[in-house]
């Protein structure tokens, strides 16, 4: 079993910056891939940034060029650096692990929410 622990979620004005925390514990052995990833009212929860254990990244085109996502492997941490946030990102955020044979664990859930 993985325990994910997320943080940093809030409310933010257009244009503003959030950084989400994701910290992995428990059998975290055999982890290929964490990410994160977002659902809004009446839409399907959707990728929005990943990355491998051999640090491939990949984004949605929507948030490319402002969001990252980075590791800290001493920590089992993960982060989301949101800048230019857009009313449009507003959504519950997931991270995400994904272990070999296991499948995928989930956080619960932080709120971002963007005002105009």
């Known amino acids: 079993q993985v325990q994910l622990v997320e943080s940093g979620g809030g409310l933010v004005q257009a244009g503003g910056s959030l950084r989400l925390s994701c910290a992995a514990s428990?059998?975290?052995?055999?982890?290929?891939?964490m990410g994160w990833y977002r659902q809004a009212p009446g839409k399907q929860r959707e990728l929005v940034a990943g990355i491998t254990s051999g640090g491939r990244t990949d984004y949605a085109d929507s948030v490319k060029g402002r969001f990252t996502i980075s590791r800290d492997n001493a920590k089992n941490t993960i982060y989301l650096q949101m800048n230019s946030l857009r009313p449009e990102d507003t959504a519950v955020y997931y991270c995400?692990?994904?272990?070999?044979?296991?499948?995928?664990?989930w956080g619960q859930g932080t709120q971002v929410t963007v005002s105009s």
């Open positions: 995400n692990v994904r272990k070999v044979f296991e499948g995928d664990y």
């Open positions: 428990g059998n975290i052995f055999g982890i290929s891939a």
